[in-house]
């Protein structure tokens, strides 16, 4: 025969195996819990307040941005926004005035900012997948005014520009002419004149400068700079050493060349700015002109 089982009391009378007791402790937590029905439907997380960047134009001494804002704090998308603009939290910021319109892509924020915005700091900051806004001020609608602080990690994907970095190159460089000197049989080392304007308030240490010239999609010289400043706020004069193959620049243009005439080309490249947060490659690319003399 079994062992005889063991019964306790478990609640209000009701006796019950001993082994029994956990099963009962969880029915006895259920059944004193709430009666909540169909479960709540869970409000969705809010997101950024500011979906998308576009900048452009961009001048020597300001750049206009439009900034795409949530539904969540666009609401009737009226009224004018007055105050600051920073890029990666990095102060000082600059000023911003805007009007609040419907765009392309939704609620719209449109203004220009200068060149302060873009601090030391800010670049030091700079990451390659996300470019982080803050905007903080008043936002007037109706002779209203309220504050608004409106700050988003903007994925790179969300930034456009309004016109392509080749264009925009062209205001802030200045086409060098290259003259040739000769054409021997080989190589001939020039300097190649290249005046850029910062617009920055900072420097920039440029680690490297690597470029090619083109001439009728044919590459007719390359040279390199190392280590040197761009200066801001002003015109810099650079020069970089190219080394010409003389066969390659005689079979692209060799008889405008040999009559004196001038040749149009292309100078591409990358220059390697020293930031602190590591170094960042930037693209450069404008026409040139290639001469004798």
Known sequence: MG???KVVDVAFGIRAPADW???IAILG???AAPVLGAPAKQAPPAGPPIVGLRIGPIGAEKMDVALLLAPSVAEKCTGKFRGSLTFYDAPPGAALEGTLSPGAGGCELAGSVSWEALSGEAIGKARADVLTVRVQGERV???KARKVDWGAAVPRAAVSLTESMKVTLRRFTKAPEIHLGGLGMTTTTVNADVEVLSPLRFNLKVVEARCEVEVNGRAVASGVREKFLVYGGRTNRIQIPIA???GAALAAAGSTLM?????DGKLTGLAR???SGGDVDFPIEFPVKLSLR
């Open 3 to 5: 062992q005889p089982v």
């Open 21 to 23: 007791r956990p099963v």
């Open 29 to 31: 937590l259920l059944a």
């Open 141 to 143: 609608d109706g002779g």
């Open 244 to 246: 010409v193959n003389n």
């Open 259 to 263: 009559k004196g005439g001038k040749v």
């Open 273 to 275: 700015l020293r930031l």
